[in-house]
C-alpha cells in the first residue's frame, strides 16, 4: 500500500512538473511600448537604413533612406528612398503625432494609416529601433550609413528582448 502511495506521488508530482514546463515559456513577450519622448525637431532629418525585415514594399531595396520633415499643417512628410536594380525608387508619405510621443501614425496609402513605434532612441538621436503594431515590422535607423558594432550588438538584443526574431533581419547595403 504504502509502495503504491509513493508510486502515484511520484506519478502525479512528474505530471504536475510536465504541465509546469510545458506551460514555462522562456522566449520574451512581444513588447512594442515606445519611448516615453521624442523632441520631433529633433527627429526630423535623414535616417539610414540599417536593417529590417523583410516585406514588399522594400524587397530588394539598397542604399535606403527616411527623410522626415515637418510640414505647414503639422504633419511631417515622410520620402523613403533607395536604389533597386539600378534604379531610384521613391515612395512620399505623411505621417502625424499622436498623444504619445513615442507612436506616429504613418501613411503610404490614400486613407490608411499604420503604427510607427519609436521604441529605442539613444540620447543624441544618432539610432533608432522601430517597430509597429505587430512583429511583422522591424527597421534599425541611423543618422550615418554604418553603425558601430556596440551600438548594433544593443539594438539587437533590446529587439530580441521585445520578442522579435532578430535572425529575420535584412542588413542593407549602404
Same mark, same amino acid.
Given at each position: 500500500?504504502?509502495? *503504491? ?8 508530482? !512528474? ?7 510545458? /506551460?514555462?515559456? $522562456?522566449?520574451?513577450?512581444?513588447? *512594442?511600448?515606445? !519611448? ?8 526630423? %532629418? &535623414? @535616417? ?11 524587397? %530588394?531595396?539598397?542604399?535606403? &533612406?527616411?527623410?522626415? &520633415? =515637418?510640414? $505647414? *499643417? /503639422? ?6 528612398? /533607395?536604389?533597386?536594380?539600378?534604379? !531610384? ?13 513615442? =507612436? ?18 539613444? $540620447? ?14 522591424? @527597421?534599425?535607423?541611423?543618422? &550615418? ?17 521585445? %520578442? ?11
Amino acid at each position: 500500500m504504502i509502495r *503504491n502511495m509513493v508510486l502515484l506521488l511520484t506519478l502525479v508530482s !512528474v505530471m504536475a512538473f510536465a504541465v509546469y514546463a510545458e /506551460g514555462t515559456d $522562456d522566449s520574451p513577450k512581444f513588447d *512594442n511600448t515606445t !519611448v516615453r519622448s521624442v523632441d520631433l525637431e529633433k527627429y526630423l %532629418g &535623414t @535616417w539610414f537604413e540599417i536593417a529590417r525585415f523583410d516585406h514588399s514594399f522594400e524587397r %530588394g531595396l539598397e542604399y535606403a &533612406t527616411a527623410r522626415y &520633415t =515637418l510640414m $505647414d *499643417n /503639422g504633419k511631417v512628410k515622410v520620402v523613403n528612398s /533607395g536604389i533597386k536594380d539600378g534604379q !531610384v525608387k521613391t515612395s512620399e508619405g505623411k505621417a502625424k503625432t499622436t498623444d504619445n510621443p513615442g =507612436l506616429l501614425r504613418v501613411s503610404f496609402f490614400g486613407p490608411f494609416y499604420s503604427d510607427y513605434r519609436i521604441m529605442m532612441l539613444d $540620447d543624441d538621436y544618432k539610432y533608432a529601433l522601430i517597430g509597429s503594431g505587430s512583429q511583422k515590422y522591424l @527597421w534599425i535607423l541611423s543618422r &550615418t550609413p554604418q553603425i558601430p558594432e556596440d551600438v548594433k550588438a544593443s539594438m539587437l538584443l533590446e529587439a530580441r528582448l521585445r %520578442g522579435y526574431d532578430v535572425s529575420k533581419l535584412i542588413w542593407v547595403k549602404q
